[in-house]
């Protein structure tokens, strides 16, 4: 009887749909966050945004708050255990099937690991490019209030980028899945071409 139940459960957890996700990346302040809320509320996207996450966990005064705030003052990358744990919460609370993931993964650490524990491929990754002399330029004019948004902790931060995050990306190139975009224009303008990627990605989908 305890078997005929257990294949049933078995069956059902393995017609179960996977979620389409995109990663979003980009170096940072190259507008990633930004051109998330346009594409929400343009193609119904969940924005999942990895950097919020960890801040919200901060604030909300859990034992990790004090490892993740240092981290984050240092520019560092949290340990992939405790941003997929937050990511998955929010994918199960959102009630949605569609998500944006923004700012991650951010290294090589955070791919694998994201992959071994969810087994979701993302869809596309959305490479936004941009120069560091403007990606600077964007972060020290922020006014967010963000304890990494000085010039010491910025530094740091392209140092991470360049050494663990632009490998992901090379990774993710070799697979034929980054859709690379002109990050350094304005907002309205990177929107549009945004707009061309997933207007033509959701059509291929549909053929
Ligand atoms: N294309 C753009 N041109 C000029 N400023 C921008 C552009 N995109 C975003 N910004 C501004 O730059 C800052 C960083 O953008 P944000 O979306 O937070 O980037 P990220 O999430 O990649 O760090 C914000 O103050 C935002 O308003
Ligand atoms: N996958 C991630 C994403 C962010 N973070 C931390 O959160 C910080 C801010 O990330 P963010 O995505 O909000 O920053 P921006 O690129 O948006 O400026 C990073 O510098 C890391 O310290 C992390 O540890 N792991
Ligand atoms: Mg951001």
């Known amino acids: 009887m305890g078997s005929v139940i257990d294949v049933t459960i078995e069956e059902g957890s393995l017609t179960e749909k996977k979620p389409t996700v995109v990663f979003v990346l980009g170096g940072p302040g190259s507008g990633k966050g930004t051109q998330c809320a346009n594409i929400v509320q343009h193609f ?27 981290m984050i003052k240092e520019g560092k990358i949290v340990p992939s255990e405790v941003t ?6 929010a994918i199960q609370e959102s009630g949605n099937d569609k998500f944006l993931i923004d700012g991650f993964p951010r290294n090589e650490e955070n791919r694998a690991a994201f992959e071994a524990v969810t087994k979701i491929e993302p869809e596309f990754v959305l490479f936004f490019d941009c120069s560091e002399e403007e990606m600077e330029r964007r972060l020290l004019s922020r006014n967010q209030g963000r304890e990494d948004d000085n010039i ?11 050494e663990s995050s632009l490998p992901v990306i090379e990774y993710y190139n070799s697979k034929e899945k980054v859709r690379k975009i002109d990050a350094g224009k304005p907002v309205e303008e990177v929107f549009e071409a945004v707009k061309v990627i997933f207007t033509s990605n959701s059509e291929k989908a549909t053929v």
């Not at 924005?47 to 705030?69: C, F, P, V, W, Y």
């Not at 997929?84 to 919460?89: D, E, F, S, T």
């Not at 010491?152 to 360049?162: A, P, Q, S």
Request: charged residues 25%; aromatic residues 6%; glycine residues 10%.
């Open 84 to 89: 997929i744990k937050l990511l998955q919460k």
């Open 44 to 70: 119904g996207f969940t924005h999942l945004s990895a950097g919020d996450l960890l801040r919200a966990e901060i604030k909300s005064g859990s034992e990790n708050g004090t490892m993740i705030q240092n």
């Open 152 to 162: 010491e902790t910025i530094r740091k931060r392209f140092k991470v980028f360049l």
